[in-house]
């Protein structure tokens, strides 16, 4: 009975945290520029990647996988903002104008 | 000194549950061996201060990770529903967010805790603010961001804040 929650449990998190990866790499080819694509690979970073990890701890066969489980999704917590933020300052310094406004028109900063 | 001994209980306890050696008394002692090492590394290396072993935050920062994951699975849901949207209603903003903590650490978890909520991204780091890219109208809402700025001031230790710790933002 418990086995059967788990696994209902964990295939529904498998099946959102896949749905998330997919939506985020379908935003990452809609989305306009380059600084609204990577809000969509935001959510490949966070609700697809964590949930994906989620799923898999309720798989583990001991806690001992568990806790390296949330060792590795504990450490992408930490580390994917740094990436993207590198990436996204990266654009910034070097030039790039944000799409802004309902418009989307590539306007000046301030 | 405080320091010293959390970094160490930190390393122990990551090197136990990744080798999940409890009962092997050799593996154990090589184990000790390496903690030490790695500490005495680090002693060495000047980086036991509020960056490399950031403590200051510490024992609140569990309750604020747990709010945080709430807010990050709402944002998921608006971008979501953007980045399928037949007709994406998108409105990409730009504004400036002043910050009020005073620790290195502190500002990090803010500008990261923005960065990791989908439809927010850091852009550029000041000194006193910083510059985000929001995805929408929505999602660009300074008055949240300034309630996240005050929640992470309110983990800063207080002996580690200075004078003057209360500020709003600023949008535009």
Redesign the interface.
């Known amino acids: 009975m418990l086995d059967l929650v788990r696994d209902v449990l964990s295939f529904a998190l498998f099946a959102i945290g896949s749905l998330a990866v997919v939506a985020g790499a379908v935003g990452i080819v809609r989305f306009p520029d380059f600084y609204t694509r990577l809000h969509a690979a935001g959510v490949t970073d966070t609700a697809g990647a964590e949930l994906i990890f989620l799923a898999m701890m309720l798989q583990a066969p001991s806690y001992l996988v568990v806790a390296k489980l949330v060792f590795i999704s504990f450490f992408l917590f930490l580390t994917s903002p740094v990436s993207t933020h590198a990436v996204a300052h990266a654009g910034w310094v070097g030039g790039i104008r944000p799409l802004l406004g309902p418009e989307l028109e590539r306007r000046d900063v301030e | 000194m405080a320091r010293t001994l959390i970094l160490g209980i930190a390393l122990a306890g ?1 090197w136990l ?2 080798s ?1 050696y409890f009962d092997k008394p050799l593996l154990l002692v090589f184990g000790v061996v390496s903690v030490a090492m790695s500490m005495f590394l680090a002693a060495r290396a000047g980086v036991l201060d509020s960056e490399g072993v950031p403590n200051v935050l510490m024992p609140k920062v569990f309750g604020y ?1 747990g709010w945080l ?1 709430l807010e ?2 709402k944002a ?1 849901v608006i ?2 529903r ?3 949207a037949i007709r ?7 504004f400036k967010v002043t910050t009020p903590t005073r620790t290195n650490a502190g500002y990090a978890t803010f ?3 923005v ?11 000041e000194p006193d603010y910083f ?1 985000v ?1 929001a ?1 929408t109208e929505a999602l660009a809402d300074v008055a949240a961001i300034n309630d996240m700025g005050r929640r992470v001031a309110a983990l800063e230790n207080p002996a580690a804040r200075g004078a003057g710790g209360q500020s709003g933002g600023v949008g ?1």
């Open positions: 990551l549950l990744l999940g990770w994951a990050i699975g998921n971008v979501v953007e980045a399928l994406p209603n998108l409105s990409p903003t730009v500008c990261n805790s960065t990791l909520t989908p439809g927010t991204v850091t852009i550029d780091l510059v890219h995805l535009e």
